[in-house]
């Protein structure tokens, strides 16, 4: 016997009566007894219901809130992009600071360079005063050799140019600074300028030379930069000195037109020693306060 037939046998009379009165009065009127139900269940809203009227109270708590996440996602946003900038500054800063203390290197070999060949144009102008013949024929033409020196100065300046080109000069807040670096890239290009001329005369003066030594001079001190003569030996220079040259006199022509060039040559020389040494009083300053600012003190 299934369950609700056990349950119906286990009814009183009486039970049964109103069982019996309440099923035919849901079949006569079906629609009445679910509206009610429908209506019952409407009057029992939860709070969360599509159609339960919110009090302004949370609306604000809830316009708080989502104010509150896009503030503070906008500040954390701020803060990241505010240290990937000061990141990437002070690796420029750094990649700055080798450039600059490299230029200073290779501005104090200029100028040593500059200063040797501005003592040699004196000992040549001196000499040509003279007879060029025997010794100071052989010192003639040693120091003649030398006078075409054109050595470029190569600046660091990678660091700088992809600072213009990507636009990251803007990573650098310290407007007095930033306007050091600018100086100084107007000066390395204001001195290349001189160097393109320097280099010019030098061609021109190969030429001279050329007409004014002999070609085994010029091949025995080929070997021999232009700084070499700061370092030479006494014993070397006195081998060249007492080599057997044949009397100059017969060029004096050539002789007055290039030393002509070599005075110029010298003038430059001494103005461009000038500006060098600006450049590097600069570079130094620069040195000293990218450290300071981006604390590379023990970089």
């Known amino acids: 016997m299934s369950k609700d037939k056990t349950i119906e046998n286990k009814s009183t009379p009486g039970e049964k009566e109103i069982s019996k009165k309440v099923n ?3 079949s006569q009127h079906p629609k009445i007894i679910i509206k009610e ?7 029992h809203k939860h709070p969360h219901h599509v159609t339960h009227k919110k009090k302004w109270g949370e609306y604000f708590l809830e316009f708080l809130m989502l104010f509150l996440a896009v503030f503070l996602g906008f500040v954390a946003e701020n803060i990241r992009e505010h240290k990937v900038e000061n990141d990437r500054a002070k690796e420029y800063a750094l990649s700055l600071v080798q450039d600059l203390q490299n230029d200073t290197t290779a501005i104090n070999v200029q100028v040593k360079s500059g200063n040797i060949y ?18 100071n024929a052989a010192k003639f033409s040693f120091y003649t050799r030398f006078m075409y020196w054109t050595a470029p ?16 000069l803007r990573y650098f807040k310290n407007y007095q600074l930033l306007q050091k670096l600018t100086k100084y890239n107007e000066m390395v290009n204001e001195i290349d300028g001189e160097f393109g001329a320097i280099g010019v005369r030098g061609n021109m003066l190969l030429n001279q030379i050329n007409e004014i030594i002999e070609p085994e001079i ?9 700084l ?3 370092t030479m030996s006494k014993e070397t220079k006195e081998s060249f000195f007492s080599a057997k040259i044949e009397s100059m ?14 005075v110029v040559q010298q003038r ?16 130094n300053e620069l040195i000293r306060e990218l450290r300071k600012e981006y604390h590379l003190e023990n970089e």
């Open 228 to 230: 070499a003569l700061d």
């Open 268 to 283: 430059n020389l001494r103005f461009n020693d000038t500006r060098l040494q600006r450049a590097k009083d600069l570079a």
């Open 37 to 43: 139900q429908i209506e019952t269940m409407e009057v």
């Open 24 to 26: 035919e009065t849901i």
């Open 118 to 135: 501005i003592a040699i144009t004196d000992s040549l102008l001196n000499l040509s005063n003279s007879r060029l013949e025997g010794r």
């Open 218 to 226: 010029h091949h025995d001190l080929s070997r021999y930069i232009l």
């Open 249 to 262: 006199e017969n060029k004096r022509g050539e002789i007055r037109e290039m030393l002509n060039m070599v």
């Open 153 to 168: 100065l190569y600046w660091n300046r990678v660091t700088f140019e992809q600072l213009k080109s990507s636009g990251s």
